[in-house]
């Protein structure tokens, strides 16, 4: 096998000997299998699920293209979406799901949580830098927070842009440019030569990395047997180990590279007034420099050392009906498994793409499609009952809350560990980058926490995500008690144990409470209220940092109470219940 793979690649059914086997010899999932013999048939007529179908009718098994036709009107019935396109995706959703979670998808569950590591690191990595920049450039500590704005501008762009855009270029190629960006642009950020110079280039690094959680988590549940969908989820374990690798790197780079206030003689809350030379205040160019390098590697270990197949989605809405067959093939030789897809049984399903029009997707369709998840149709069904419309409300109330929440505390946290602002003398840089390296450390295990105690029984998903909400937020007030290093050290690091609990949850505990059809709308627009909450943060910790230093965390505690007394309120709990 060679070392370096041909990411351009195209595919053949021939390229994958020994993968195909008939319908009739196929080994179906378990859950298809029962669905089919659970039913009670008399009448050769009635749809699949019907009461009156007998399960000894052999037409209708699981092993027959009836069978799998009659699968497919149910889930087209339930979808609401009946075109040729949207017929042959699901049977290719059958031909993922009856191969099974493999090697494939378990690397490619290592490359698509790089993405998720990126993305926070890039944000830890911007908290780390705003002292250095007060202290070379000039602005003050509340002004330099725009900077924090300039790479929510990029974030917001990025993820609005790749999301359409993974649909038309396809998702291999957005998958990769993202983090190619991200790693271009980190490099060069460690060359800034002014503020605003620093601001532009975090803003285009933004554009990249802010297209990996939606172009990475669309991939990666496209290749996902329905059965694993919930490791979905399990991707958000990379985003604290994003926090940790960069709060080490800044903890060498910023004690031994970097101007330290403590022995300043100017300024540093003085406006326009720079206290620091270029020469000594590299460590933040460091920092960047190494930051971008380590991206650049996961896009070379993305682009060269792993062969990813193209969406057999993409590929089909393209009218690339027989590489998309290819595709689920060579996942199944990945996986040393066989499959029964064809573009025979493709065609008996949803029609022959030489007879049926709407089997590819045109670039108009596939935008229509992307916006339609924001219509009144797609929204209206989250509101159907006074149950799902309440949960719905809630969760999006969360999200936007958390968003704005987190960043005010999280994105500054370098500098309210510096006193930076306040009538105290500030804290050398080595216990500063200590302390902020020690809260990484100790967040890490509240995702891993999360995942455990959402399934315990009489707590679940609603008061573990309450209770560390809560918890989180009283620990927000109390860090601003006092100034003390140790004190401030102490809850800082409980913060982001109880942080990274509520967040693992939250992720989780989203999709599971909409309605199947309609999850990805819901999901969505809580996603994208959280970013639009984010980018508001910046503007907030200003100027409310110029009236009190404490205050933009006193908004932190006071936006998270909010959604923990939401959270009181969720009339759902998913924990052992099926989806909606």
Same mark, same amino acid.
């Given at each position: 096998?060679?070392?370096?793979?041909?990411?351009?690649?195209?595919?053949?059914?021939?390229?994958?000997?020994?993968?195909?086997? %008939?319908?009739?010899?196929?080994? $179906?999932?378990?859950?298809?299998?029962?669905?089919?013999?659970?039913?009670?048939?008399?009448?050769?007529?009635?749809?699949? @699920?019907? %009461?009156? $179908?007998?399960?000894?009718?052999?037409?209708?098994?699981?092993?027959?293209?009836?069978?799998?036709?009659?699968?497919?009107?149910?889930?087209?019935?339930?979808?609401?979406?009946?075109?040729?396109?949207? $017929?042959?995706?699901?049977?290719?959703?059958?031909?993922?799901?009856?191969?099974?979670?493999?090697?494939?998808?378990?690397?490619?569950?290592? *490359?698509?949580?790089?993405?998720?590591?990126?993305?926070?690191?890039?944000?830890?990595? +911007?908290?780390?830098?705003?002292?250095?920049l007060t202290s070379e450039f000039g602005p003050t500590s509340t002004q330099v927070r725009y900077t924090t704005c300039s790479i929510f501008v990029g974030l917001c762009v990025g993820a609005s842009f790749w999301g359409i855009a993974s649909d038309i270029i396809g998702r291999r190629l957005a998958f990769n440019t993202t983090l190619f960006l991200a790693g271009v642009f980190g490099l060069a950020v460690g060359g800034g030569p002014s503020w605003i110079g620093v601001c532009g280039l975090y803003a285009a690094l933004g554009v990249g990395v802010g297209g990996n959680l939606p172009v990475d988590g669309a991939l990666f549940l496209e290749f996902l047997p329905q059965a694993s969908q919930s490791l979905l989820t399990l991707l958000s374990v990379w985003w604290p180990v994003g926090q940790l690798i960069g709060s080490l790197i800044a903890w060498g780079f910023l004690i031994n590279y970097a101007c330290d206030p403590t022995l300043l003689s100017c300024n540093v809350t003085a406006p326009g007034e720079a206290c620091c030379h270029k020469d000594q205040n590299m460590g933040w160019r460091y920092l960047n420099i190494v930051t971008g390098a380590i991206i650049f590697l996961m896009f070379i270990a993305r682009f060269f050392f792993f062969h990813l197949f193209e969406s057999p989605k993409y590929l089909l809405s393209r009218g690339r009906q027989a590489e998309a067959v290819a595709t689920v093939h060579g996942i199944a030789y990945k996986n040393k498994r066989k499959t029964w897809l064809s573009e025979e049984i493709l065609n008996a399903v949803g029609g022959d793409p030489e007879v049926v029009s709407n089997v590819k997707l045109s670039v108009i369709d596939i935008i229509k499609r992307f916006f339609s998840k924001f219509s009144g149709d797609r929204i209206g069904p989250l509101f159907a009952t006074k149950r799902i419309g309440t949960m719905t409300s809630l969760v999006w109330f969360c999200w936007a809350t958390i968003g704005m929440g987190y960043p005010l505390f999280n994105a500054f946290l370098p500098q309210y560990l510096q006193n930076a602002g306040k009538d105290v003398p500030p804290t050398p840089n080595h216990i500063v980058y200590?302390?902020?390296?020690?809260?990484?450390?100790?967040?890490? %295990? @509240?995702?891993?926490?999360?995942?455990?105690?959402?399934? +315990?029984?009489?707590?679940? $998903?609603?008061?573990?995500?309450?209770?560390?909400?809560?918890?989180?937020?009283? *620990?927000?007030? *109390?860090?601003? *008690?006092?100034?003390?290093?140790?004190y401030q050290l102490i809850f800082s690091s409980l913060e982001a144990f109880f942080q990274n609990v509520m967040y693992g949850v939250l992720y989780a505990y989203t999709p599971e409470v909409f309605p199947a059809p309609n999850r990805g709308t819901g999901t969505g627009i809580a996603s994208c209220l959280n970013r639009i909450t984010g980018l508001c943060a910046p503007i907030v910790a200003v100027h409310a940092g110029n009236v009190n230093p404490n205050a933009p965390v006193y908004a932190s505690g006071a936006l998270i109470i909010a959604a923990f007394l939401a959270m009181c309120l969720f009339p759902i709990e998913t924990r052992g219940k099926q989806s909606l």
């Open positions: 096998m060679p070392i370096f793979v041909n990411p351009f690649q195209k595919h053949d059914v021939s390229d994958f000997p020994d993968t195909y086997v %008939p319908l009739a010899h196929a080994e $179906r999932h378990p859950s298809v299998v029962a669905a089919h013999k659970n039913v009670d048939i008399v009448k050769d007529e009635a749809p699949f @699920g019907s %009461p009156t $179908r007998a399960a000894s009718d052999n037409k209708y098994s699981a092993h027959t293209i009836e069978g799998l036709i009659a699968e497919i009107d149910l889930d087209i019935a339930a979808s609401g979406h009946d075109t040729s396109y949207d $017929r042959k995706s699901k049977v290719i959703n059958k031909a993922i799901m009856d191969i099974g979670m493999g090697w494939y998808q378990w690397q490619l569950f290592v *490359l698509c949580g790089f993405g998720w590591l990126a993305d926070n690191l890039v944000l830890q990595v +911007v908290a780390l830098t705003l002292p250095s200590r302390n902020y390296a020690i809260t990484s450390i100790v967040g890490v %295990p @509240g995702s891993f926490i999360a995942a455990y105690t959402v399934d +315990v029984k009489y707590i679940g $998903r609603k008061y573990t995500i309450a209770v560390s909400t809560l918890i989180t937020g009283i *620990l927000l007030f *109390l860090f601003t *008690l006092s100034s003390e290093p140790n």
